[in-house]
């Protein structure tokens, strides 16, 4: 009754005073109007397997261009341009002849050629690089290398970086785990690694700050540290070194390429045989170093000391400064 009451008297103090209570809404600002002075059109064409630096710029228009004429620090060499390098060509509309031509050489500059009255000149933008610190945890079930690819996003690290990584770890724990045998389902690894991030916004892999892989049930920390001579070595938490003499696996694979398999032929076979009946490891450049010095680990085990000098000599012809194969040899060969 009340509400009534207050109703009534609200709307006849409005008919007395001729006052209304609802305002007509302000009109809204009108932007000025965006009047396009100079259009331009950018296209991006990519350096071709066995093509020349002036076919690319034929074919784009561009003339009076040389690379090479230029100060040291933007100047290229077209016979060192690699194939699938892209170049960056801006036109200014109506025109069909390009005003500016950008390369990006390494990651660290992008330089750029814009044409002028008397000719080309040329500028380096440089691209900031800024390390980042990530974590990254997570359950082995099949490999090291399949673990990381599934888990970490590509925003963290895109594939390459990954393989990167799985690489780097693979090298740290090379002398205390056999990543072809010892991972079970269930094995849990942590990583502390440091990324960096540019200011064009890509991501690469930078180091392993620290590690704690678990296999089997055994914890396998690993910490980075410098030396004041800048070699690397990282050590578990109990200060020893991870590096041995020798490695738990004679070769210093990066992944197994392919996988035992009855049903499946080796790809170099002339004949069809029953299956690969061995597992393929992808190896580094130094992988016959490597199997050496595994070879020389089994027959030393077996009291093969002429087997195990002689192994130690051939990898000491590849890489002289190998200790385990000098100090093998300082020990049992002869003078």
């Known amino acids: 009754m009340r509400k009534q009451h207050a109703f009534l008297l609200t709307v006849g103090l409005v008919a007395a005073t001729g006052v209304t209570v609802w305002r007509r809404p302000r009109p809204l600002p009108v932007a000025p109007t965006i009047v396009v002075s100079r259009a331009f059109d950018t296209v991006s064409d990519t350096l071709r ?15 009076g261009l040389a690379l090479d004429r230029f100060d040291d620090e933007v100047a290229l060499d077209p016979r060192r ?7 960056t060509f801006v036109r200014e509309l109506p025109g069909i002849v390009p005003v500016e031509v950008s390369v990006r050489p390494d990651a660290a500059r992008i330089v750029r050629y814009r044409r002028a009255a008397d000719g080309w000149t040329a500028l380096v933008d440089s691209i900031r690089w800024s390390p980042d610190v990530v974590r990254l945890e997570g359950t082995i079930d099949h490999s090291l290398y399949v673990a990381l690819d599934g888990l970490v996003a590509d925003s963290v690290l895109d594939r390459g970086e990954r393989t990167r990584l799985a690489w780097e770890l693979a090298e740290i724990y090379a002398w205390t785990v056999d990543f072809t045998r010892d991972i079970r389902p269930g094995d849990h690894f942590r990583v ?10 890509e991501v690469r892999f930078g180091r392993v700050l620290a590690a704690d892989l678990t296999i089997m049930g055994r914890r396998l920390p690993a910490f980075r540290f410098v030396h004041p001579d800048n070699s690397l070595a990282y050590y578990d938490d109990r200060g020893l070194s991870l590096r041995r003499a020798f490695m738990r696996y004679p070769v210093r694979f990066r992944r197994i390429s392919s996988p035992f398999s009855p049903a499946r032929p080796p790809p170099a076979a002339r004949r069809r045989p029953a299956g690969r009946l061995g597992v393929d490891l992808a190896v580094g450049l130094n992988g016959d170093v490597d199997a050496r010095l595994g070879l020389a680990d089994v027959l030393l085990r077996r009291r093969d000391i002429r087997g195990a000098v002689e192994q130690c000599r051939k990898v000491l012809e590849i890489s002289p400064d190998e200790p385990a194969a000098r100090a093998v040899v300082a020990r049992f060969g002869k003078p």
């Open 49 to 63: 397997w066995g093509e020349t630096i002036s076919e690319l710029f034929d074919r784009q228009g561009v003339a």
């Open 81 to 87: 341009l690699r194939a699938g390098m892209v170049f």
């Open 192 to 201: 502390l690694l440091e990324r960096d991030v540019s200011s064009e916004g």
